[in-house]
């Protein structure tokens, strides 16, 4: 390959720099080519409707205060801006839980506690209240649903963080996949989405009570301290109890999503066969395993070594985000969610590494190797997205993070702002 490129070279008559950027725009463009949209999507993304439901009882209770909430808010504010609130204020909470627990294990100052349950709960309420004033601002998009179900992807993996620290259970391997009792349900619910063309979120989802229960627990944690974690409670550890639990809601979340599709299949309303939405499974269940290899037969010191256990953490938490941002894109833009991601071959390098660590007794240093990743597909991951906003936005001749001088205008000789009901 690189005599052929050396020749190729000399026959173009190009200096090496020139060569090295040449090909390097080819490896760039292949990286970031789904950022880029066709012009079907892009008329498919101007045509988008949401349609859905949320039967849960929690967000009855929660109706008020959002209603109160969303009068309170400027007309002119984008929901997006909204969004992106809420999403400073969960990273907010996962920020200061690592900085004053890194190990994820020690006893947290109870006003941590306390700072991460009014994090975790203004995520909550901003992600219910850029919808009303979404509708309210007549403003709703379907990068409005992207954006906030990307945001979503992504908060997910701090909001675990939180828990992790707050039930004192350190960077051990069944910590590290931990977040995945918040990645599954997520998946399913926009799996589910996908197929269906609907979200119909049951009276007890990840979204509302999920959440909840999180930002309870975290209040526990403020008014009688972390150590109420370490309880036994008729033998049983009070946090390895709040452990099962969110397994069990997990895993119910799931099997409801599961049956929803499957009824679909028998009744004809999904199109594909029976394996194509099983197939769409397969980056997530990849991610799963290569966390599974790469954590496997480690003790807890060994992950807290250069604390390459968040290091995975956040590596699965940044891929888990392009998954979900790519199938959310997907449904919206009516394509096909692929199941091969380039950045996908970094936790595979990872596990593979652990193996020749396991079998053959030498491998390249695995904590530098999982931050050099985590540092890529950063990079990665902050380049893909712009790229993309930019290019949705300009499809949709709407701004980021503000309402055009147009939907100003709309809303000025408008008597009164749309009705903000779900």
């Known amino acids: 390959t690189v005599s052929v490129l050396y020749w190729k070279r000399r026959r173009r008559r190009q200096t090496p720099v020139q060569c090295g ?16 949209l066709t012009e079907s999507q892009k008329e498919k993304l101007r045509g988008y409707r949401y349609a859905g439901s949320d039967a849960s009882y929690l967000l009855r209770l929660y109706r008020p205060v959002l209603e109160w909430g969303v009068e309170q808010v400027g007309l002119f504010v984008s929901p997006n801006l909204i969004t992106l609130l809420g999403f400073i204020c969960v990273n907010s909470a996962a920020v200061v839980t690592l900085a004053n627990c ?18 975790i709960w203004a995520y909550q309420w901003l992600d219910n209240l850029d919808g009303k004033q979404a509708r309210r601002t007549k403003s709703s998009s379907a990068f409005g649903e992207l954006f906030d179900h990307g945001v979503d992807a992504y908060a997910s993996t701090s909001a675990a963080l939180c828990f992790i620290a707050a039930l004192q259970l350190g960077t051990t391997p069944l910590s ?26 049951g009276v007890v989802n990840g979204a509302m009570e999920g959440i909840f229960s999180l930002v309870v627990s975290m209040f526990i944690g403020a008014f009688f301290g972390g150590d109420v974690y370490q309880a036994d409670i008729g033998g049983i550890r009070v946090g390895e109890a709040a452990s099962a639990a969110c397994v069990v809601l997990a895993v ?21 066969g029976n394996m194509a939405p099983v197939k769409q499974a397969i980056p997530l269940l990849t991610l799963l395993g290569c966390t599974y290899v790469t954590t496997y037969g480690l003790t807890k ?4 070594e250069s604390s390459q256990g968040i290091g995975l953490i956040l590596i699965n938490g940044l891929l888990f985000g392009e998954i979900g941002t790519d199938l959310t894109l997907s449904h919206l833009s009516g394509v096909r969610f692929r199941t091969f991601f380039v950045s996908f071959t970094l936790p595979v390098v990872i596990s593979l590494n652990r193996l020749s660590q396991i079998f053959l007794l030498t491998s390249l240093p695995q904590p530098p190797l999982i931050w050099a990743s985590a540092s890529l597909l950063f990079a990665f991951t902050i380049i893909y997205k712009g790229i993309l906003i930019k290019s949705i936005t300009s499809a949709l001749g709407i701004n980021f993070l503000s309402l055009t001088p147009e939907q100003k205008a709309r809303l000025i000789r408008s008597d009164s702002p749309a009705d903000c009901s779900p």
């Open 21 to 36: 950027v040449r090909h390097g725009w080819v490896v760039m463009s292949c990286l970031f080519s789904h950022a880029y």
């Open 252 to 272: 119910l979340c799931v099997l409801g999503n599961i049956k929803s599709v499957s009824a679909g299949l028998k009744w004809g309303e999904v199109q594909g």
């Open 301 to 304: 010191e060994d992950l807290a």
């Open 102 to 119: 890194p190990r994820l294990d020690e006893r947290m100052p109870q006003w941590v506690y306390f700072f991460n349950a009014l994090g």
């Open 176 to 201: 590290v996949l931990t977040p995945f009792l918040v990645y599954f349900p997520f998946f399913f619910a926009t799996w589910e989405q996908y197929w269906l063309g609907r979200m119909d979120l």
